[in-house]
């Protein structure tokens, strides 16, 4: 049965960023088709509340606080969840901050502050699980992309630089751990109401403009995410990878 090849039964999934949003989601998803969680975030009240929200959606996840800006920790997260579950089958790196300037205003600080989490971490976090799904024989791992990769948005120049890299790293890792049978794709959000985009959407005006740019009307809710995560971690996508799915309710075919 096709349905089988969505059952994430007995298999591990790492979630950076696991505790709210688009993670949150993620994880559920991937918690209601069987897989065991460990979800990461800075604040471990955070990761408290997500495990409560989770309560009844399957196994209790384990919770790890760890802050990605700091690359040690990339190692700690994968060894923590190994260490917990015995193994590694899928990690999604959902984890990212955000800072909104003009170009000209932007500060080393700032640049580093995006790019340590929103794409070094990426790198390190995929490359420690990597290493431990290659001595299993298996894996998959789901980035986060964004539409700022293939566009160019205002006053989010580092971001968009980052998701950009994002891409083209899922690729090159696509290429190289294809033969150890890791799938390495990512999603590529459309315009979802979060803690990241809160700017986008508190003037009444800037968010009828967003909507009327998308040909199904609404911006995405993150349950919406739910089935493409699930999808691109489960036996039914065995024979994709390097690939970014858009889920954008047709945001870039306008």
Request: hydrophobic content about 45%; aromatic content about 6%; some cysteine.
């Amino acid at each position: 049965m096709v349905l089988d090849d969505f059952s994430l039964e007995g298999q591990v999934a790492l979630v950076t960023g696991g505790s709210q949003g688009l993670g949150l989601a993620m994880a559920r998803a991937l918690g209601e088709a069987g897989a065991k969680l460990a979800l990461v975030a800075r604040r471990y009240e955070r990761l408290e509340q997500a495990q409560a929200e989770l309560d009844g959606s399957g196994h209790a996840p384990l919770l790890i606080s760890a802050d990605l800006s700091d690359v040690a920790m990339t190692q700690d997260v994968v060894r923590k969840t190994v260490q917990h579950y015995g193994r590694l089958d899928i990690l999604i790196t959902a984890a990212g901050t955000q800072v909104r300037k003009p170009i000209l205003d932007v500060t080393i600080e700032d640049w580093d502050r995006v790019m340590n989490v929103n794409l070094r971490a990426v790198y390190f976090c995929c490359q420690h699980a990597a290493r431990q799904m290659q001595t299993q024989g298996h894996g998959k791992i789901i980035n986060i992309a964004s539409l700022t990769a293939v566009e160019a948005w205002h006053n989010v120049s580092i971001y968009g630089t980052a998701k950009g890299g994002i891409v083209q790293m899922t690729k090159a890792m696509a290429l190289e751990w294809a033969p150890y049978h890791i799938n390495v794709n990512a999603i590529g959000p459309g315009t979802f109401p979060t803690e990241l985009t809160e700017p986008l959407y508190t003037d009444p005006h800037r968010t009828s403009a967003i909507i009327q740019r998308i040909p199904m009307g609404r911006p995405g809710l993150p349950n919406d995410l739910g089935g493409a995560a699930l999808f691109l971690a489960s036996k039914a996508s065995n024979y994709i990878t390097g690939q970014v799915l858009y889920v954008d309710g047709g945001w870039l075919i306008t």
